[in-house]
């Protein structure tokens, strides 16, 4: 039997009266307080907006368009109906947006942070990341971190001048991580952000200290689990993995309109007029039950996990070594100058140095991290050829 839970009476009417009176809580990220990089550029006016403006720089990103070919979580499937990484996005973008909306935040901001928070996600998903981490590790000691890398693609690979309130909520997204209450934390300059991006780097255990800045930010940061809960639960039934009475029942509900539901009309309950975000226990204590039979029956199931361990493991091993190496005896003829080097000096924003003057681990790991996958697999063969490592996708047939 599913069940979808409403507002109280009470907070539903206390929100309809404030909407009324134009007396809703202010408690919204006030735009005149936006921090940027050069302050004296990207100045909000009429139309476009403080946030609007981030959010079209992030949309227009050379990166963005890859979202669509990226995976979510099942990489070796040729089916429309399992989610890619644009998808996901767009879901957490609606869900952070509904939440917002019922508590009078900052839209524009929430959109932004969403838009943003996986541009520089790997391709096939967190196994990529894993991957990649370890081979930035071994190479370099520092840590790759998708949302740090996220940060990263928008504020140094193309320096947009993107706020540092949108910037924190992307750094510290992690989804990961699930808190009953989340405050805010005061962030007031890009020289203390600039110091928790580059910890993060040295020691990957600080990617988890990191703190919105802003209610908006806290908002995003439970929207992204609330949009991969159920729809990854989804995916998984689509792609065989397993069936949805898989999962025990709770107060959340186990099907993925039951969640989402459930989880907004919580947190807006326990949130509205508060300078924090929260659920009640029963609730958080369902939603960590279920994130943990996620992790048990889809993410760390044994199908899911050998794959990519058999194949795109040392792909990406065998990958990374060999750009490396042309890079390092500048083989201008590789595809990390014609398709990477050279794609990213096109875009001529003013750095801080020549792009090519980055670290080449730094470079290699910005390139591969940029790729879709199928753009990964075809750089594959053409830099393997004889190479007897194949993915071999499930087709729409089998």
């Known amino acids: 039997m599913l069940n979808y839970e409403s507002l109280s009476e009470q ?39 403080a946030f609007i403006r981030d959010i079209d720089k992030i949309i227009h990103c050379p990166y963005y368009n890859r979202y669509a070919d990226k995976t979510q979580v099942f990489s070796f499937y040729k089916n429309d109906d399992i989610t890619r ?12 947006r509904t939440i917002g909306k019922a508590l009078g935040l900052n839209l524009d901001l929430i959109e932004a942070i969403a838009l943003g928070h996986d541009i520089g996600h790997t391709p096939f998903g967190h196994a990529g990341e894993d991957f990649l981490n370890e081979l930035l590790f071994l190479h370099t000691g520092r840590h790759f971190s998708h949302n740090i890398h996220s940060v990263r693609v928008l504020d140094k690979i193309f320096p947009y001048n993107i706020s540092l309130q949108t910037l924190n909520g992307i750094a510290a997204h992690d989804g990961e991580m699930e808190l009953s209450e989340y405050y805010p934390q005061t962030l007031d300059s890009f020289e203390d952000f600039d110091k928790q991006i580059e910890n993060c780097y040295i020691d990957k255990r600080n990617v988890r200290k990191l703190t919105p800045s802003t209610l908006e930010g806290c908002v995003m940061r439970i929207s992204d689990i609330i949009a991969y809960l159920g729809k990854d639960r989804q995916d998984a039934e689509k792609a065989d993995i397993l069936k949805t009475n898989a999962y025990e029942d709770c107060a959340i509900g186990t099907y993925n309109a039951e969640i989402i539901n459930n989880l907004i009309v919580n947190i807006v309950e326990n949130s509205y007029g508060k300078p924090y975000i929260k659920m009640d226990i029963e609730h958080f204590d369902a939603l960590k039950k279920a994130k943990s039979d996620n992790y048990d029956l889809i993410y760390k199931n044994d199908i899911v996990r050998a794959e990519m361990e058999t194949t795109v493991k040392p792909m990406m091993n065998n990958m990374y070594e060999k750009l490396l190496s042309d890079l390092v005896s500048k083989n201008k003829s590789s595809p990390i100058f014609t398709h990477h080097i050279d794609y990213i000096n096109k875009a001529h924003y003013k750095r801080e140095m020549p792009y090519s003057q980055t670290e080449p681990n730094q470079i290699v790991v910005d390139y591969i991290a940029s790729m879709t996958d199928d753009y990964f697999i075809d750089l594959y063969a053409h830099l393997f050829p004889e190479s007897d490592l194949k993915i071999i996708y499930k087709g729409y047939f089998d």
Not at 35 to 47: C, E, F, P, V, Y
Not at 85 to 96: E, P, T, Y
């Open 85 to 96: 990484r644009g998808l996901h996005v767009q879901l957490v973008s609606r869900i952070a």
């Open 11 to 49: 907070i539903a009417l206390k929100i309809k009266k404030d909407r009324e009176n134009n007396s809703l809580p202010k408690i919204a990220f006030n735009e005149d307080n936006i921090i940027r990089r050069d302050n004296a550029k990207d100045k909000a006016n009429i139309i476009r907006t």
